[in-house]
């Protein structure tokens, strides 16, 4: 008889850990990659297509616009993060688990289209030292490249890099792309001139 009904307290509590009911949401998506997002206050989690909530609620994620409305976005299992530091926002990936796996690093970013996405990826050069300071003079350059899904370098869309200042007071935003997609496997890309170069990608 014990052995009866422990059996079934642990089908009971089994059965109620996996039945949830989300409520009071401010939010709730379209499905994409087979989660929706839900928004509650001022953050964003996502659930699958039984209700369970995969990814827990986070204020970190990034919105994108799309016909139903503006809210964060799954595509090719990825979904952009932001993060900030010193006053700037760097972009990275989480995949459906929630877990990061691109870090937060580029000045800007797009969302996954065929397992490719267009992000601003930073580097670093050093061009010596100032001895009265003891500090390495750097400066900073970003390229427009695309990463596959794992963060990689693919292509480089601009072969010239942009100078930048890493301070809050003169990028209060995001770069801007001065290229754009214009098919799969086609980028157009903008120089100085105002002309147009069509460029192919894998």
Known sequence: MKKIIMFTLLVLISVSSFTQTLENLDYISSFN???AAIKKDSQWAFINKDG???VNFRDDLVTTKSSDGTYPIFKNGRCLILKEKGGISYFG???TSGK???EP?????TNFKNNMAKVLELEKEEIGKNTALDKNVVYYKYYEVTIDTDGNVKDYLTQKGVNIVLDREFLRKPPKFKTKQISDNLVAVKNGKGEWTIKSIN
């Open 100 to 102: 990061t796996v691109i």
């Open 33 to 35: 990659d087979d989660v």
């Open 93 to 95: 990936y989480i995949n």
């Open 105 to 109: 690093r580029f000045l800007n970013a």
């Open 52 to 54: 369970d909530i995969v």
